[in-house]
């Protein structure tokens, strides 16, 4: 029996039209940073009465911020980003 693993970003290894490189590895390492984060604030949302709100919300603004720094291809600011969330726990 073989396991496979569905890899959410295979799109960025298979596509012909993204350049490989050092950008399109942090471009790559910051969306598997988002998607993890995003995980951790499904588990602080759900901490009952309302425990994890205030780590559930930090976490959402630095998702956005991060994927912002997506979206205007800054790299600086993707280099921050990916910092910020790979310590995030």
Do not use: W
């Amino acid at each position: 029996m073989t396991s496979t693993t569905n890899d959410p970003l295979d799109f960025l290894n298979n596509s012909h039209g993204v350049q490989s490189g050092a950008q399109t590895d942090l471009i790559q390492k910051l969306l598997y940073e988002i998607i993890r984060v995003k995980e951790l604030i499904t588990y602080y949302d759900s901490i009952p009465n309302g425990a994890g709100q205030l780590g559930s919300s930090i976490l959402n603004e630095l998702v956005t911020e991060a994927y912002n720094s997506l979206v205007n291809y800054d790299t600086v600011l993707m280099k921050k980003y990916y910092d910020l969330l790979l310590n995030c726990d």
